[in-house]
């Protein structure tokens, strides 16, 4: 299959996100980066000047991303593929329950990512062609304690990306699901991850499985893992605190 040519990459100025904007552009796509630090995406543009654009934006400014998705497309020249890599992952205490906290996961991880991934839908079926890639979770799979709102966006987002899937797999349109397991970022570095993988190579298994719609994690071990995880019943699931 041929490489993408044009590419838009939300949430590149670090983790994932960059590096997938740093792997695209190495291998000559025109990648459109976004993020709210410009500094960030401005030595993406750097390193890359001729493939990487860079597009200041904070996601929860949900308004301005009809007119800057447009805007994205026109300097880009095409589009072939979009990536929602935006996510945030506050601390939160073994017995805090904090709404602000709260609404800003939902904001980011969930509410930003409709926001652009309804205009990519928009494209790509009127198109019948592209690419989503949606960067879930798999704490998405499960109701953990420690983190009641991240999983519950990074479920949500499952679902959406499913429902997308199932408007527009008839129209050409592949729509991805990508569930990492731990990985080291500068979002989970508070989390001291041991043997966690790291997000170049997260990135890479990324784009190869972008070739595929559906789900997909980014290993054998951690689908299997996940597929136990998710059908043990919820009252011996209470009780292991895994």
């Given at each position: 299959?041929?490489?993408?040519?044009?590419?838009?990459?939300?949430?590149a100025?670090?983790?994932?996100?960059?590096?997938?904007?740093?792997?695209?552009?190495?291998?000559?796509?025109?990648?459109?980066?976004?993020?709210?630090?410009?500094?960030?995406?401005?030595?993406?543009?750097?390193?890359?000047?001729e493939?990487?654009?860079?597009?200041?934006?904070?996601?929860?400014?949900?308004?301005?991303?009809?007119?800057?998705?447009?805007?994205?497309t026109?300097?880009?020249?095409?589009?072939?593929?979009?990536?929602?890599?935006?996510?945030?992952?506050?601390?939160?205490?073994?017995?805090?329950?904090?709404?602000?906290?709260?609404?800003?996961?939902?904001?980011v991880?969930?509410?930003?990512?409709?926001?652009?991934?309804?205009?990519?839908?928009?494209?790509?079926?009127?198109?019948?062609?592209?690419?989503?890639?949606?960067?879930?979770?798999?704490a998405?799979?499960?109701?953990r304690a420690?983190?009641?709102?991240?999983?519950?966006?990074k479920?949500?987002?499952?679902?959406?990306l499913?429902?997308?899937?199932?408007?527009?797999?008839?129209?050409?349109?592949?729509?991805?699901?990508?569930?990492?397991?731990?990985?080291?970022?500068?979002?989970?570095a508070?989390?001291?991850?041991?043997?966690?993988?790291?997000?170049?190579?997260a990135?890479?298994?990324?784009?190869?499985?972008?070739?595929?719609?559906?789900?997909?994690?980014?290993?054998?071990?951690h689908?299997?893992i996940?597929?136990?995880?998710?059908?043990?019943?919820?009252?011996?699931?209470?009780?292991?605190?895994?």
């Amino acid at each position: 299959m041929d490489d993408y040519k044009y590419a838009l990459i939300i949430g590149a100025s670090s983790g994932i996100g960059a590096e997938l904007t740093k792997q695209l552009a190495s291998t000559g796509t025109r990648v459109a980066a976004v993020a709210r630090r410009l500094d960030r995406l401005q030595e993406l543009h750097t390193h890359f000047p001729e493939r990487v654009l860079p597009f200041a934006h904070d996601v929860t400014r949900y308004d301005e991303v009809p007119a800057l998705f447009q805007e994205i497309t026109k300097q880009l020249g095409g589009l072939d593929l979009v990536v929602y890599a935006s996510g945030v992952m506050p601390e939160i205490g073994e017995r805090e329950y904090s709404f602000e906290k709260d609404r800003e996961m939902i904001e980011v991880n969930v509410l930003g990512a409709i926001a652009w991934l309804n205009q990519a839908a928009v494209r790509f079926g009127n198109t019948r062609h592209g690419t989503i890639v949606g960067i879930g979770s798999v704490a998405g799979d499960r109701g953990r304690a420690g983190q009641p709102v991240y999983n519950t966006s990074k479920a949500a987002l499952a679902t959406y990306l499913e429902a997308l899937r199932n408007r527009l797999g008839a129209r050409g349109v592949t729509v991805v699901t990508i569930k990492p397991g731990p990985v080291q970022t500068e979002m989970t570095a508070h989390l001291h991850l041991k043997g966690a993988m790291d997000a170049a190579t997260a990135a890479e298994i990324i784009l190869r499985k972008s070739r595929r719609t559906g789900e997909h994690y980014l290993s054998p071990a951690h689908w299997l893992i996940f597929m136990i995880i998710r059908n043990i019943p919820s009252w011996l699931f209470r009780k292991l605190h895994v």
